[in-house]
């Protein structure tokens, strides 16, 4: 009898210290339902959480230091350096374990279904569509950056802040698939996620970016077509007016293909 009580005892010990773990730990909710993409932003935002405490250390050294009379710009800059990256990590991180700030007063009594269908809008039709839009601004900023060289205001601060800022592109893409997946997870709520679907749920991101990548392209055959052509020249030849509608041509044409491949994989399943 002793011996049935220790062993409940300790079954119920272990079921609540998970209990409170996953209560806890933002990343460990809803684990199994977790994708690839969940897990990678996960295991980013663990690892950036370590700049908080070297942070913490950075801002105190430079305190001491000054009442000391010695100001270290360089650290002043690190400080910028290690806010910036833990904090842009922690928007995708927050995206992921739907441990960002909500006002939810009426969300929190909707189904499920109901929920999905909003968050389905706010991911495809709002978020995703500024990430994409902000990675591409930020490519061409860090690129610019790194061209020129780009250092600190001082002369003893760290002079490498092209790598900062090409960072930003690299974090706003993480936060990309951190939102994807979240759409995805979302989807399957309210039916068996296919190809077609996610486009339709992200659309305008979608088509968004099948137009940059239209440009792009492009852009580099007239390029490479056309050397002597001035660079600022390129992106106004008439092949490169049009690329919206290419965008949503090469958007429309994979919607109706992946729809009729679903449709004919369920039909011989």
């Not at 409940?8 to 272990?14: E, T």
């Not at 209990?19 to 980013?44: F, K, Q, Y």
């Not at 992946?258 to 004919?264: A, H, Q």
Request: proline share 3%; aromatic share 12%; with cysteine.
């Amino acid at each position: 009898m002793t011996q049935d009580y220790t062993d409940v005892k300790d079954h119920v010990s272990y079921d609540t210290i998970d209990h409170v773990t996953a209560i806890s730990d933002p990343g460990e909710r809803d684990r199994d339902l977790h994708l690839w993409g969940d897990r990678l932003m996960i295991n980013l935002g663990n690892v950036a959480a370590w700049l908080f405490p070297i942070l913490m250390v950075a801002i105190v050294t430079q305190v001491f230091m000054r009442k000391a009379g010695h100001n270290m710009a360089w650290l002043d800059d690190a400080q910028w350096w290690l806010y910036g990256s833990a904090l842009l990590t922690g928007f995708g991180y927050a995206i992921t374990t739907n441990s960002h700030v909500r006002v939810d007063i009426l969300h929190s009594h909707y189904s499920d279904k109901k929920k999905a269908r909003i968050e389905l809008f706010a991911l495809g039709w709002c978020l995703i569509p500024f990430l994409i839009m902000m990675t591409d601004i930020l490519i061409h900023y860090a690129y610019a950056s790194w061209v020129a060289g780009e250092g600190s205001d001082s002369p003893n601060g760290l002079h490498g802040l092209y790598m900062l800022k090409m960072l930003l592109p690299a974090l706003f893409m993480a936060a990309i698939i951190a939102s994807s997946t979240v759409l995805h997870r979302n989807l399957a709520v309210l039916g068996k996620p296919a190809l077609w679907s996610l486009f339709l749920a992200a659309f305008p991101a979608v088509w968004f970016a099948a137009e940059r990548g239209a440009y792009y392209l492009l852009w580099w055959i007239t390029h490479l077509s056309n050397p002597e052509l001035k660079i600022r020249r390129v992106s106004k030849e008439p092949l490169l007016q049009g690329t919206v509608w290419y965008g949503l041509a090469i958007v429309l044409v994979l919607i109706v293909a992946s729809f009729l491949l679903s449709r004919r994989n369920s039909s011989k399943a």
